[in-house]
């Protein structure tokens, strides 16, 4: 019994680490060193109990329901993607850039679900960055409560002169997110790479719950529609602010 437990754990692990992407039964059952036969039947009682889904027979496996709400964390709620990823798919067919949906944990900014353009040249980022190098995580750091600013910077210090040079004093930490908050915008080249990052935040009812960003190669975002790639992402997190009600 246990040692079924400790399988039934380490394939929700598994299928966590790319929440978005469905992992299928050969490659799962692989992973985690079982045959397909048992494999099998650890999911279907996971996909009973609604800790994973399976979109359809033969389809891969994706995170459910229930493995979000055990995190206790509405950023992490099931509702959250369903209300996101057809928008942040539509946005990237219009802008032909790549999105990402994001929260914080900690001092890191969490990927949550990527949408990718079809550009031969495109700009990847990691699932898990520290806030402070992210345009989405500065963004949803700028609505942290103040006593929550005070514990962050307390724990994990300012930004460095290297990574965010604007707000390396406290006093233009606090401008910079103050602005940020006012326009309900973050802008973000990466230094050293060429790539311009913008957010804005999703909204559920008062509170901001995550952060909707483009990203694209420098020259790129020089050359293109600036007025309308804000205008686009803007609207799409309002659409997406809409459902989480």
């Known amino acids: ?12 692990e598994l299928i966590a680490q790319e929440p978005d992407r469905p992992k299928y039964l050969g490659d799962i059952a692989n992973a985690v060193g079982l045959n397909h036969g048992t ?14 889904e399976q979109a359809a027979a033969k389809k891969g496996y994706t995170l459910g329901a229930k493995a979000y ?5 509405d950023n992490y709620r099931k509702d959250l993607l369903e209300a996101a990823t057809g928008e942040m798919n539509n946005l990237t ?6 999105a990402l949906l994001a929260v914080m944990k900690g001092n890191q900014r ?9 550009h031969d040249l495109q700009v990847r980022t990691i699932d898990q960055k520290d806030a402070y190098e992210a345009a989405s995580g500065r963004l ?18 300012l930004p460095t002169d290297a990574v965010w040079p604007e707000a390396s004093t406290q006093a233009l930490f606090t401008q910079v997110l103050t602005q940020i908050r006012r326009e309900n915008l973050a802008i973000q080249p990466t230094r050293g790479r060429q790539v311009i990052g913008l957010a804005v935040p999703i ?21 293109t529609d600036r007025v309308k790639v804000m205008h686009e992402l803007r609207a799409a997190a309002e659409r997406i602010s809409s459902r989480l009600v």
């Not at 019994?1 to 039934?8: E, F, L």
């Not at 099998?40 to 994973?52: E, M």
């Not at 709400?69 to 964390?73: R, S």
């Open 93 to 98: 067919k219009e802008l032909n850039e790549n």
């Open 110 to 118: 969490i990927a949550l679900y990527h949408s990718y353009s079809d």
């Open 203 to 223: 909204f559920k009812a008062s509170l901001v719950v995550a952060s909707l960003s483009v990203y694209m190669p420098e020259y790129r975002y020089l050359a």
């Open 1 to 12: 019994m246990i040692q079924v437990i400790n399988r039934a754990l380490d394939i929700i």
């Open 39 to 52: 494999c099998a039947n650890i999911l279907k009682t996971l996909v009973a109990r609604d800790f994973i």
């Open 69 to 73: 709400a055990l995190t206790g964390n």
């Open 140 to 157: 949803l750091l700028a609505y942290y409560t103040e006593a929550e600013i005070g514990k962050f910077i307390s724990r994990y210090g």
